[in-house]
């Protein structure tokens, strides 16, 4: 099978780009900001390079267009926290991802504990098998579900194959 990802529909594209690459790591990445703090889990993840050390999370706008809270306190605080998921808290993580409105303490609300941060003002996720705390390198913003949006081409797939 042939696709033009120039073409697709966004649904399309979500599925093609989503199984191309698999197993698929989660990130319930901590944030904080004045709302308080924050977490989300994220699939569009991986760390990027070794030297420097770079992390990469891939943010979607929300539906209505509106920033998610975890891009919003990124660009607000300069930094992060990427806490590893496991089976045993699969589901807080799964909780973390529904769509509650800024203000919602989901690490509470999902039943998990906030460790404070040792190196950056979030919190980290005490039930976390390994976390990382990460300062913010840089955000590019692409332009709401649109192939063709303004951001700058960072290896956009155009076709498979
Ligand atoms: C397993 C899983 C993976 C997800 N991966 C992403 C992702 O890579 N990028 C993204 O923008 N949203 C992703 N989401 C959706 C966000 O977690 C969801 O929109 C969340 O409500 C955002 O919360 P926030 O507004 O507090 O940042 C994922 C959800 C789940 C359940």
Known sequence: MKFDFTTETPEVRYRLLSNFVGPRPIALV???GKNGPNAAPMSFFNVFS???AILIL??????DGRDKDTVANIQSTGSFVVNMVDMAIAEGMLICG????????????AGLTKRPGVHVPVPSIAESPCVMECITQEVIDY???????QGRAHGRPRRLP
């Open 98 to 109: 529904l769509p509650f409105e800024p203000g919602v303490d989901e690490i509470a609300t």
């Open 30 to 32: 901590s944030t904080t």
């Open 50 to 52: 070794h030297d420097p």
């Open 143 to 149: 332009g709401r579900r649109d192939h063709s949006g």
């Open 58 to 63: 891939g943010i979607q706008k929300r539906l």
